[in-house]
């Protein structure tokens, strides 16, 4: 066995070795994957795993109290389906106040599973209704600091030499983030960032970190109800026309097809795009009737061009955030975005309606370019976004919608269906139809496409209770693109449908069995005359299963394969076998865990997405591609009550490579290895 070869079984053995002495990992992290497979698809961003994340921390230290929260409150918590809210909101107003949680048990919909997940983050206790006075202030805020700094060790061509294509600055990855939170309902946020290859307190970044968010948030009683001055996100309707920040997509649970729109929200995430800049402010008219009003200026990232007649164009907005290479760091803000508008919503148990309006500015044109699919994109210095929304809940029913249009452009509209058909059964029904040429830059609609914008589909699923132990949930998606697509140069449709298993015998054991099917067309090749198209059939088989060993021992093992295929082309198959170790002490100072992978996916179109633990407040759905292994550790250790420290070593070693990676990000060798550490200070 080559040297090479002995040293990365060496790291992997040592690894495993200083696993066996001690350590669990944060139970907000493992909680916020349990609740994205349940409601979303696996292949989320570190940025909406944080989100999450944050915001199951927030309610285990200030729990939702389910008899004073009413249907507003309830209606607002992410893992709250809307007939659970119906529901239970029926079950206190017939039984009186919930005593105890265990009291869940006999509302429809709640399982005695269900029921353990949520448990730390309900309380039936009464809710402290008392305002501090102000010299009590700072003895009652809540203050957090975090520092990360991760770095890839070997070498990538991009930092190899100096010039127009290369890196300009360091491979070291920074991130600092403050908050302060003060009882009556003043918050304050600050997030700072570097990525990979970007300069630090020098050249395009003399100041020091790349990207800066911050916004101060206040909410009240009174009629203004809430004010962000700074960043912030707005979510309304099902995310046709106004939509910034994270969403979930086609989960186990059928009531993921719904969006919960939360309105006005303050941002809080490494993102560099995908939110406004500003006020904004929402603002009671009548009782039943809330506004919510905002005005955003921000510089946005953009490839400038320039016509015959030296006028300066842009064909899009960039989205990656990166500022590393001459020509990133030119295109850095080279657009100015104004957008104003205003969100009237009328809210009755269990009715709302809204209506959104804005209207948005750019500095520079847009032009649509050369590419036929881009035809139908956005094309000029102003746009207007229209949409109405509705959802209503009656007995055992939950309906929703939304009619959204652009000017210039066309329609989208939306209109979707759940229903409890028993007590352990629910099933619901969507259809959509996005326009060819709708547009909308602040989108995140259902469906396939990333825009509400040439697609059309229906969508069925159903999720049955079969008992305690058993769950089986399953969907079915056709859908087609009536205009050209990125690789796809004529109309073409789809389908996709999936099956997935749930058998938890015992607390902390849990199985799971999925099974997905997809269908597409794409282009035969690129560049014929006459286009024409080929059918690609994907098919993914998941299977997991995890249960403890003793009192503080739990593994996990994961096995994944998947079919591609194109037209008369052989098909592909990719494998992916893998096992986790989890150590916990209830109150023990350390935290952690380790996977050990190994995978042979030879294609890229048959890429597996695979979640990976991380340190608090990160996390992602890992690619995985090649052949070789995958391992990483993560250890949490509390060093005080205030500090707690956080160390990650994840390493892929494929022995087949030369190098690794493409362009800039290539690595010449086997091996990729990654440490991450980072500090939380709460005082």
Known sequence: MAPSHLLCLRQVALILLFLTCSFCYAQETEQALSFYTWLGEEEQSEEQLAILTQKLEQLRKKPIALNQAGEKGLSQIFFLTPLQVYDLLQHILKNGPLKEIAELQIVRGFSPEFIRQISPYITCDQAEGKIPQFKDLLNKSDQELILRHSRIHQRKKGYTQKGKSYYSGSPDHLLLKYRLALEPGIKAMLLMEKDPGEQFLKGSNPS??????????????GRISKLILGDYSLQFGQGLSLWSGTSFGRGADVAGAAKKDMGLQPYFSAGEQNYFRGVSFEYKLFKNILLTSFISIKNSDASVSYLSNKTAVVSNISNSGLHRTESEIRNKGAIKETVTGTAAQYNSPFFRAGITAYRSAYSLPFITGNALYRSNNFKGSFRENYAFHYNYTFLNTYTFGEFAHSHPGGQAWIQGLISAITSSTSAVVVFRNYGIDHNSFYSMPFGKNSSAMNEKGWYTGI????????????????????????????????????????????????????????????????????????????????????????EHMRFKHLADITRYSKGRQSAGYGILLGHDLHYKVASGPFAGNIRVTWFKILSYDNRIYRYENNVLFAGSSVPYQGQGFRTYLNINFRISSQFRLWLRYALTWQPDKEKTGTGMEQIQGSKKSETRLQVRYIF
């Open 463 to 550: 999720n049955h209770r079969v008992s305690n132990k058993w769950n089986i949930a399953g969907y079915l998606d056709f859908f087609s693109f009536p205009f050209a697509k990125y690789r796809v140069d004529l109309p073409s449709k789809g389908n996709e449908y999936t099956v997935k298993l749930f058998y938890r015998p015992v607390r902390g054991s849990e199985y799971s069995f999925q099974y997905r099917s997809s269908s597409r067309e794409q282009n035969v090749k690129s560049g014929l005359k006459i286009p024409a198209l080929d059918n690609i059939q994907v098919q993914l088989i998941k299977l997991d299963a995890a249960y403890p060993v003793g």
């Open 208 to 221: 020091g970190f790349d990207f800066i968010s911050a916004n101060i948030t206040y909410t009240g009683k």
